[in-house]
């Protein structure tokens, strides 16, 4: 079967990003390594002035590279997969596709706000040694560097969306059903119209994926000296083992039962939404609070207070929130949405017997 010059593209593409994350988790455990060296020597040479880097922010460096790590390689088997046209890369890519689209808006969104913040010095800082107009364009061009950034993960999430269109095509389903065997040897014709039972929707698979990948960095999370925060209240110790576990669990069970197209994953994975829509909603009309936590994490990572304002820290937390309650909303409707797809098939009477 001639393989599409759109799925070759998409393979490339996928090839080139996957080594750009290699190289990134290279560099994620270069600086971990190094970190600890240039902290000792810092501390050494100048000790009234340097500040000690957190022992933990390597650790935290090295897992970001390995999560890094993970990613190019599900982009480099999927990649391989397209070349081969078999039909798992073509679900393999729609959720990537899914993921890209959604953390490309959500980082677009992230630098076009950063574009609104005011550089102005805080109170109490050392004044700059710049002249105002060398300051004014400083500022000028630091917001242009946030456009740009904005562009280019506009341009990754453009991406990622037609990954998800082009993959849903007609034509593109054609060119993978040659891979589906079962239909084959059950004796039924396979076309791209075809509709399998069972068959578990694109966007349920992105759904548990998602669960599956965020119940992961829960658990990793663990490990991490930043506390957790539930409903206003910040743990430390045994309640955020107990709530990082809890959430790993839960977020577990739900990416396995929606794989497995069970109805109690989707009923489990509805209380789990309403868990976080009321939780967003808290934090939305709360945002004190969440300034209270993040406040504690930059002690943690660097005594210099956040140069972002208060107020404005305020808007982008319940903006943030609002989001995520128009997410669970949407995730909502996709399960409502394909809920005869959880149902069980029933088989067909046996004629024969009867008679």
């Not at 341009?155 to 095509?169: A, D, K, M, Q, T």
């Amino acid at each position: 079967m001639k393989r599409p010059f759109g799925v070759t593209f998409s393979a490339i593409i996928l090839l080139l990003g996957s080594s750009f994350q290699i190289l990134m988790a290279l560099g994620m455990a270069l600086s971990g390594a190094i970190m600890p060296a240039q902290n000792s020597v810092g501390v050494a040479g100048s000790p009234s002035s340097a500040v000690p880097m957190p022992s933990w922010i390597p650790l935290m460096m090295y897992f970001i590279g390995t999560v890094l790590a993970g990613f190019a390689i599900w982009g480099i088997v999927t990649a391989i997969g397209l070349f081969r046209l078999r039909r798992w890369a073509r679900y393999s890519i729609l959720i990537i596709g899914g993921l890209v689209a959604f953390f490309g808006l959500v980082s677009m969104l992230s630098m076009l706000a950063a574009t609104m913040v005011s550089l102005t010095p805080l109170p109490g800082a050392t004044p700059s040694p710049l002249a105002p107009d060398q300051a004014h364009s400083v500022q000028v061009m630091t917001k242009v560097i946030f456009v740009v950034l904005a562009l280019m993960y506009g341009g990754i999430c453009s991406i990622g969306v037609w990954w998800l269109v082009y993959f849903n095509r007609k034509t593109a389903r054609e060119t993978f059903a040659g891979r589906i065997e079962e239909l084959v040897v059950a004796g039924i014709p396979v076309t791209a119209s075809i509709a399998v039972p069972g068959r578990r929707p694109i966007l349920i698979s992105v759904i548990a994926v998602l669960n599956l990948i965020g119940a992961g960095c829960i658990l990793l999370s663990v490990f991490l000296p930043i506390p957790a925060l539930a409903f206003g209240f910040v743990l430390h110790g045994w309640g955020k083992l107990a709530i990082y576990v809890l959430y790993c669990c839960l977020q577990t069970a739900v990416g396995v039962g929606l794989w497995r197209m069970q109805e109690w994953g989707r009923r489990l994975t509805f209380g789990l939404l309403a868990l976080g829509l009321v939780q967003s909603a808290f934090y939305a009309l709360q945002p004190s609070l969440v300034l209270r936590y993040s406040a504690e994490i930059n002690k943690l990572i660097s005594p210099v207070p956040s140069p972002l304002p208060a107020r404005f820290q305020s808007i982008l937390f319940s903006a943030s929130f609002g989001f995520s309650i128009l997410f669970c909303v949407a995730i909502a409707a996709v399960l409502i949405h394909y809920r005869r797809a959880f149902r069980p098939i029933v088989p067909p009477p046996d004629e024969s017997a009867a008679a």
